[in-house]
Every structure is written in C-alpha cells, then in structure tokens.
C-alpha cells in the first residue's frame, strides 16, 4: 500500500511519514544498494571472533565482549555508548566425559549442559531409554531409579527453525524430571539436526522449581551408538563423570550503543543481538552474526548524508543462553520507557537470508507495515501477516510490556548443525548473507527512525 492510499483511510495522523513516500523509497533503495556492498558486518564478526572468541556469561572472555563492544561502538560513530550491570550465577565448565562401559567399551563426543551440577566423581548406571521428554514424564519411578536416564529425541530439520522448540524441552526441563523420578542422571541426544561427532551444549531451565539431576549431551553419532546397543536388549550402562557447576553470582552488562536522530529527542528504533556465546565454539553465527548484522546497520543508516529524523538504539544483550539475564535485566530497567521504544527486532537466528518477515503492533498501526512490506520487496522479503513476531528471545520482555516488535524469519535450514557446538565458527558465515541481512535491518530501521507511525503500545489481551 501507498502512502497516499492512507490520505484517505482516516488514519492520517499516525501515519504520514516526515520522509515523503517517494523520497523513504529512494533513500531506501540507496540504502540497501550500499548495504549489499558493505563489508562492516564482516569485518565487525571476523574482529568478534578473532580478538574476543568464546565469551560465556561471566567469564573473562565475557567481559572482553564487553570491552569490545564499548570500543567497537565508539570507533564506530556512536553518539552514546554505555553499559548496564546485569548478574545471574556463575556456571563453570571444568571437564566432562561419557562412555558406554557394557555391552562394550566406547567413549562418546559429550558436553555437559549449562546450569548442570557435576556428578561429584565417575557414575556407573544403566541406561533406561525415553523417546521424548514427554515419555520420560509418564514414566513409573520404580523403572528409572538408580539408573540414567537417556532422551533420544532426534531434531529435525525445518526452514523455520520449529523442529528446535519441539526437542528443547528434553534439554531444558529433562534434568528436573529425571531427578523427580529418582534418576542419577541424564544425557540427551544433542539438540541439533547434524551428524557430526559434536555434542550440542545449552541451558537447563533457570526457572523450574526442583533439583536438577547432572546432564549432558552426546553427539548424534554418539546417540545412534547408543540406540543400537539398546535395540539388542540386554544392560546397557554409562560411565558419566561431570565436573561443573555453579559458583557463585557474576555481573556483565548489557552494551547500549545510539546515534541519535535528526529530529525527535528521546524516541528510536531498538535493534540487537546478545553479546554473550556458548564456551565450545566462537560463537559466530550464536550470536556474533547479529551483533555484527545490527550494528553495521544502524551505522549505515545514521552515516546518511541527512539522518533520520528519529534515533536508533542497537542494545547487545548479556548471557542470553543461560536464561535470558539480559533481556529481562533490560526490561527492568527500562520498563517506564516503553514510549521511546518505537519498535524493536532482534538478529539471533545466525546469518542465513530472510525469506519473510512478521509484526506485532497496534491494530492501528498495522495497515502501515504494507509500507515496510514495499520497501523489503526489493529483497523479496513478504509480510507473512500472521502478527506472530515476538521480537527475539532479548526483546521478548519488552515486548511482554507491549513493545511493537518486527520479527525477519531467517532461512534456519543449517543453523542447527552448528548451533551451540564446537563447529561455530566464522567460516561457516557467508559474507554476502551477512550482507543481505543488514539490508533488511537498514531498511527496517530507516523507515521506523524516517517515519511518524505511533506502532504501539500493543495492548496485552492480544
Ligand atoms: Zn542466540
């Protein structure tokens, strides 16, 4: 839709743009042209991932990440730079192993889950298999007691990422169960769709009551191993030794960098990635690609010759992966400014190219995201219309508030091969998807920061 189709909608006030709709279409195209030939993201992730690498919440590579980013942005042309304090407890990885010890001797690829307690030494138990954690939920205890309890939910592999939320579940609250049900341990088949010999690590709950019982994961070969072992009959047992656990409390920050716009005060476009990674890999493409993505982008848009009229925000969460500290810290400390939030959009799904993108903002406003829907055509990046966004894990407590979120749906088909696994690394990021995803921020950002449209708040009931 044209914005001159909305000179006759009624609806005149909330949406006539202070960048008239020939010239936001311009300047859009400007916009993305430069974008798919700027090589800032890149060099931002290649920078990420050499100078800082792995940077679990709280560890010293964390607090580099922070450096790096207070650093990155001010070399970068922000007008404000700054940090907020955000704690949650300090999960420490020391060792970890796994080996099957009957029928036969073999050692699996294992890695222990975040937040898992240590097994205080080498346990020996049999193996009693679950297909999912659903199964393991309506099993009898008397079955389970004693023993360790295997989840071998297998992933699968979807354009949109689903098959990752109908297997998490084993990962994030099968610690809690297996202990209810008197297991000594847990293992799971790892939560990713490949069949490299790589275990995929990742947060138990943060949240759920109880005592989790010591967990890990083993690589998918490794659970196929398993499997067949099970399928001959007869005892199956594990030998588990763990060395991890909680010590104590840590803070990090939250990084929050902002160009300011060259009209309104005090209201922007937030965008992000979270600032944190898993410990095995260098935590490329989760979430260095969406530090890079946001941060390249929000600097295209304010080294326009003439700036937007309102500001952009780019926030880059702390430990997002062990329990979304960051995020709800943020939304804490933010929560009475909700109004100056205009929008916001997350990048955390790695690199790969948008195919489309969803919202979530006010029934007034929704008429107007046709707009966007135009200015992304370029891209081919439809409006799916479902109102389903929710604005990135780190956004999502804002957007619980009633902040207008804008979702882009990355092409996941690949992400969790590498996802949370010693194999992120920079060189499974094409530079030219990386490219194509700041166009799509630029574009989301240059119209949200170059437009008048009130899209929230969002009221709660919907
Ligand atoms: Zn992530």
Not at 200 to 224: K, L, Q
């Amino acid at each position: 839709m044209k914005i001159s189709s909305f000179l006759f909608s009624g609806l005149l006030a909330i949406h006539i743009p202070v960048v008239p709709a020939s010239e936001m279409q311009e300047q859009v195209t400007r916009v993305q042209e430069t974008a798919l030939a700027d090589n800032t993201a890149w060099e931002l992730l290649e920078s990420l991932t050499t100078e800082v690498g792995p940077r679990m919440g709280g560890t010293p590579g964390d607090a580099l990440a922070v450096q790096w980013a207070l650093e990155n942005m001010k070399a970068h042309g922000f007008d404000r730079v700054w940090k907020e304090p955000v704690s949650f407890p300090y999960w420490v990885r020391v060792s970890e192993s796994a080996t099957i010890v009957s029928p036969r001797n073999q050692p699996m690829a294992v890695t222990a889950l975040g937040g898992s307690p240590g097994t205080d030494g080498p346990v020996r138990a049999e193996v009693i298999r679950f297909a999912d954690l659903a199964a393991l939920e309506a099993a009898e205890p008397g079955q389970i007691e004693g023993k360790i309890a295997f989840i071998a939910k297998r992933m699968q592999r979807e354009k949109d990422g689903s098959g990752y939320g109908a297997a998490v579940g084993g990962r994030t609250r099968g610690p809690f169960v297996a202990a209810k049900k008197g297991a000594v341990a847990l293992i799971i088949r790892s939560v990713g769709t490949d069949n490299e010999r790589l275990p995929h690590t990742g947060t138990i709950s943060s949240t759920e009551p109880g005592r989790p019982v010591p967990a890990a994961a083993i690589s998918n070969p490794d659970a196929d191993i398993l499997e067949a072992m099970l399928d001959r009959g007869g005892e199956v047992s594990v030998e588990l030794a763990l060395d991890c656990g909680f010590e104590g409390e840590a803070t990090s920050y939250n990084v929050i960098g902002e160009y300011d716009g060259s009209g309104d005060t005090g209201t922007f476009v937030a965008v992000g990635g979270h600032l944190d990674s898993w410990d095995l890999g260098t935590g490329a493409v989760d979430d260095g690609a969406g530090v890079a993505i946001t941060m390249a982008a929000a600097k295209l848009v304010a080294g326009l010759p003439v700036r937007p009229r309102r500001g952009i925000r780019v926030v880059l969460f702390a430990n997002e992966e062990q329990g979304v500290y960051g995020g709800k810290a943020y939304a804490q400390a933010h929560a009475d400014q909700l109004a100056s939030h205009l929008m916001g959009s997350e990048s955390d799904l790695g690199s790969g190219r948008i195919y489309q993108f969803r919202s979530f903002v006010s029934p007034e406003a929704e008429p107007a995201v046709a707009e966007l829907e135009e200015l992304l055509e370029a891209l081919n990046i439809p409006w799916s219309r479902d109102r389903q966004a929710w604005g990135g894990a780190d956004f999502s407590p804002m957007r619980a508030l009633g902040m207008p979120v804008i979702d882009f749906n990355q092409d996941a088909s690949a992400y969790f091969d590498l996802h949370h696994t010693a194999n992120d690394t920079l060189d499974k990021v094409d530079a030219s998807d990386l490219r194509f995803n700041v166009a799509a921020f630029a574009t989301l950002i240059y119209w949200v920061a170059g437009s008048e449209i009130t899209f929230g708040p969002v009221p709660l009931e919907r």
